[in-house]
């Protein structure tokens, strides 16, 4: 099950002002807005209702009812937060843990990580990327970094479905690919962050020839996401 309050704290931080008082005001105190009109939580949060609903939007819900019912599933339900990741991730960095205690740290924090990750990616953007690469005959991969270990492994699968890939680890030649986008391709951009300069460049020279472009970024607002026509995001790991 979805963890509403998870999905809440992963976006919190990258708010706008108006829009993170009222996330803060709803992680510090769950169960009172089950007791408010959309107004009285605003003006609670020191905010207003108009932002109120621009935050339902943000969260992809159906207005201030469906963010209550949402809401109230969790409180009712108690499947909140449970390890908060800071600790986990305190404890992983423990130099005097042996082996054995290393591994169950790991073990915890990426069972966290894969629970944020129900919580924040969106099950309609996924339909909507996979919708977009099997109408394509060709597909792009942009990125470098770490990301080249996602992407090699994203080649060999969609390789697999029979799709063309054009994939070079050379980000400047990622650029030139994308100049020569056509109407049946479409690219697929990996960036953490969504801040790399030449994964960015790439993704506008596409663009700019009118080209498709899926991008999985962090969750939260980065220019690589921005520019994209479906964006599958992830949860922030929190280091």
Same mark, same amino acid.
């Not at 937060?81 to 591994?103: A, H």
């Not at 990616?121 to 060709?138: F, N, Q, R, V």
């Not at 969750?219 to 994209?228: T, V």
């Given at each position: ?117 129900? !919580?924040? %990616?969106?099950? #309609? ?7 977009? &690469? =099997?109408?394509?005959?060709?597909? *792009?991969? +942009? ?8 992407? !090699?492994? %994203?080649?060999? #699968? ?7 890939? &054009? =994939?070079?680890?050379?980000?400047? *030649?990622? +650029? ?29 020279? *596409? ?33």
């Amino acid at each position: 099950m979805q963890s509403f309050l998870t999905l809440i704290e992963q976006i919190e931080k990258d708010l706008p002002t108006s829009e993170r008082k009222i996330a803060e005001y709803v992680l510090q105190n769950p169960s009172a807005p089950l007791q408010m009109t959309m107004t009285e939580l605003s003006a609670a949060a020191g905010s207003s209702p108009a932002i109120v609903v621009r935050l339902c939007k943000r969260l992809n819900v159906n207005g201030y009812a469906d963010f209550k019912l949402r809401l109230s599933r969790e409180v009712f339900s108690n499947e909140g937060k449970d390890s908060e990741p800071e600790q986990i991730m305190e404890n992983f960095y423990d130099s005097g843990l042996n082996t054995r205690d290393l591994t169950v740290q790991y073990i915890k924090f990426t069972t966290k990580n894969l629970s944020n990750l129900e !919580s924040v %990616l969106d099950p #309609k953007a996924i339909d909507a990327a996979a919708e977009m &690469i =099997y109408k394509s005959k060709t597909v *792009l991969l +942009i990125g470098q970094g770490s990301a080249e270990v996602t992407l !090699s492994d %994203l080649q060999y #699968k969609l390789a697999r479905l029979g799709k063309n890939i &054009i =994939y070079s680890k050379d980000v400047n *030649l990622q +650029i030139a690919q994308a100049y020569s986008m056509t109407d049946d391709m479409v690219a697929f951009g990996i960036s953490y962050f969504g801040e790399d300069t030449l994964v960015n460049q790439a993704a506008k020279a *596409l663009k700019e020839c009118g080209g498709k472009l899926i991008t999985l970024t962090k969750i939260g607002h980065n220019h690589l996401a921005r520019l994209a026509d479906v964006k599958l995001q992830i949860p922030s790991s929190g280091y």
